[in-house]
């Protein structure tokens, strides 16, 4: 007999064998908008199925009376619902639903794209984007560049974001709207897919990290061409997700220009990435619709690996990938940081003729309203100056109050822009930050190719902060690949906002590390 796993009482997953009883509405509907708090927003309803996780099924008559009444139960909340497959089972069905909340602010998914140059990253994103076709020239890769130069390349720079949107009834919002714009796309979706599009060149590996490490992704899209396969920065992109726990699904890309055999020995290159004893993935080609609900079901995990085989140009694939986006759950629980106190690390700053500074970045945590005072800082004598936020905006749309998980941007005043610096921390008026010169991290290498003593230097990223730091003490000297140790790693240039349990990703040349936070040190020699 078939048979899920038994039922959590936590999670977004509610199993039920049949709802038929009108009389149950109400429960039933407080028991969804439960399940719903815990996805972020959305739950999936195993109809046919015990508690323990067999699947019975049920006949279609029934089926059509218990699909009723979880739809009259999530009209209370109010909320949408959709079946996404049937599962047959001997003469009976279990049906598998999705549910989505439709009030209230849309869920965000952030997810960066990573990959070598030119493996249509950029492309892929504007195709679903803006409703069009790749011309092979470049066409949807220019509507989404920052800079003229990376039209000119066809090579991304610099770090850029961009909206897909989906309604209650899962459909592109982007495409409903004759030139979609991102205010209109935040404003009439129901869930958002925050597309962080990152340079795929060597020389920009510095920015695309920034990126990775900033906006606290939930996934990661590795983008690989068919017709070239995983080289260059690709596995080097891929090993610095993993690296951080990001879950991966990947998609492979002009595949109207591979041929069978290339295609063939692509796919064959990425499920051999994936199933490395360091990454320890299970690669799965998707094929269908089943397959698309059991690979968005089973991502939170980060064991499973959905591959998606598209063309920009042709556009095969792409309705696959797009519900495999449309299902995809939150993965950062947002709901439970929003009573801690206000934190955002300044991502891009602007000085902007008639309103002055303005900044912007992920809340990571708290929320912040028009007229609240908060710290910015440290400066580079290790200071932290008092700001009011003047006004907000998030995703280009005007608001009184913005709340962690949202992409804000706040005008400022009392500091000048040039005190301002990317890395800087804004923090809640009661936190009363220190600065920090120095901090103990325990610290993996991942490669280094001779040996790690004291001395030694490399760059440091800590969300949008990136710096220079030192090696001034070491529980295990030297450090190879793969050992792991505690170290005191000393900031040169100024200090940082660095509380503990932080992530820190370290970078020099071929060298990667990955590490933790144990310590702070509020004094430059590290006392």
């Known amino acids: 007999?078939?048979?899920?796993?038994?039922?959590?009482?936590?999670?977004?997953?509610?199993?039920?064998?049949?709802?038929?009883?009108?009389?149950?509405?109400?429960?039933?509907?407080?028991?969804?908008?439960?399940?719903?708090?815990?996805?972020?927003?959305?739950?999936?309803?195993?109809?046919?199925?015990?508690?323990?996780g067999e699947l019975i099924g049920i006949p279609p008559e029934i089926a059509m009376k218990s699909i009723e009444n979880l739809r009259?139960?999530?009209?209370?909340?109010?909320?949408?619902?959709?079946?996404?497959?049937?599962?047959?089972?001997?003469?009976?069905?279990?049906?598998?639903?999705?549910?989505?909340?439709?009030?209230?602010?849309?869920?965000?998914?952030?997810?960066?794209?990573?990959?070598?140059?030119?493996?249509?990253?950029?492309?892929?994103?504007?195709?679903?984007?803006?409703?069009?076709?790749?011309?092979?020239?470049?066409?949807?890769?220019?509507?989404?560049?920052?800079?003229?130069?990376?039209?000119?390349?066809?090579r991304t720079s610099a770090i850029s974001t961009t909206l897909?949107?989906?309604?209650?009834?899962?459909?592109?919002?982007?495409?409903?709207?004759?030139?979609?714009?991102?205010?209109?796309?935040?404003?009439?979706?129901?869930?958002?897919?925050?597309?962080?599009?990152?340079?795929?060149?060597?020389k920009y590996f510095k920015t695309s990290l920034r990126g990775v490490c900033a906006y606290k992704p939930d996934y990661a899209m590795f983008v690989v061409a068919a017709n070239a396969g995983p080289i260059g920065m690709a596995k080097e992109q891929f090993g610095v997700a993993v690296s951080l726990r990001i879950p991966i699904f990947c998609v492979i890309t002009k595949i109207d220009l591979a041929s069978e055999p290339r295609l063939s020995r692509t796919?064959?290159?990425?499920?051999?990435?994936?199933?490395?004893?360091?990454?320890?993935?299970?690669?799965?080609?998707?094929?269908?619709?089943?397959?698309?609900?059991?690979?968005?079901?089973?991502?939170?995990?980060?064991?499973?690996?959905?591959?998606?085989?598209?063309?920009?140009?042709?556009?095969?694939?792409?309705?696959?990938?797009?519900?495999?986006?449309?299902?995809?759950?939150p993965r950062n629980e947002w709901a439970d940081k929003i009573d801690k106190p206000f934190k955002m690390y300044v991502e891009e700053k602007f000085n902007i003729t008639g309103i002055g500074p303005v900044v912007h970045g992920l809340i990571l945590q708290g929320s912040v309203k028009v007229g609240d005072d908060v710290y910015i800082?440290?400066?580079?004598?290790?200071s932290f100056e008092m700001v009011k936020v003047k006004s907000i905006e998030v995703h280009r749309v005007k608001v009184d109050r913005a709340i962690a998980g949202k992409h804000a941007c706040l005008a400022l005043k009392n500091i000048e822009y040039r005190k301002i610096e990317k890395g800087m921390s804004l923090l809640d008026a009661e936190i009363r930050p220190e600065a920090v010169y120095a901090v103990d991290v325990n610290l993996f290498i991942l490669n280094h190719p001779t040996m790690i003593r004291r001395g030694y230097e490399a760059v440091a990223h800590i969300m949008s902060a990136r710096q220079t730091v030192k090696f001034v003490r070491m529980s295990k000297e030297p450090l190879r690949t793969g050992d792991t140790a505690t170290v005191r790693l000393k900031f040169l240039y100024r200090p940082l906002y660095v509380t503990k349990g932080d992530k820190i990703v370290l970078r020099e040349g071929r060298t990667r590390a990955i590490g933790i936070v144990e310590k702070v040190y509020n004094t430059w020699d590290g006392s």
């Open 1 to 52: 007999m078939k048979r899920f796993g038994r039922e959590s009482e936590t999670g977004p997953v509610e199993y039920k064998l049949r709802v038929d009883d009108p009389h149950k509405i109400e429960k039933i509907a407080s028991q969804m908008k439960y399940r719903l708090n815990e996805g972020g927003g959305e739950a999936w309803y195993e109809l046919g199925v015990t508690d323990d």
């Open 72 to 154: 009259k139960a999530a009209s209370l909340i109010p909320a949408s619902l959709k079946v996404i497959r049937k599962i047959r089972v001997k003469d009976r069905f279990v049906y598998e639903i999705y549910i989505r909340r439709i009030a209230g602010d849309p869920p965000i998914i952030t997810i960066p794209t990573i990959g070598n140059v030119d493996s249509g990253k950029s492309t892929l994103i504007g195709v679903l984007a803006y409703n069009i076709l790749d011309d092979g020239r470049g066409s949807a890769m220019a509507l989404i560049a920052r800079h003229p130069h990376e039209i000119v390349s066809g």
């Open 164 to 202: 897909v949107g989906f309604d209650k009834d899962g459909k592109i919002v982007n495409k409903l709207i004759p030139t979609p714009s991102e205010d209109e796309v935040y404003i009439r979706s129901s869930k958002i897919v925050c597309f962080v599009d990152l340079a795929g060149h060597e």
């Open 267 to 329: 796919l064959e290159e990425v499920s051999k990435i994936a199933k490395l004893p360091s990454v320890n993935k299970i690669p799965y080609l998707v094929k269908g619709m089943d397959d698309v609900a059991v690979s968005a079901k089973h991502m939170t995990s980060g064991r499973i690996m959905p591959i998606f085989l598209v063309s920009n140009k042709t556009g095969s694939g792409l309705d696959l990938l797009s519900s495999f986006l449309n299902l995809l759950p």
């Open 377 to 382: 800082g440290p400066l580079s004598d290790g």
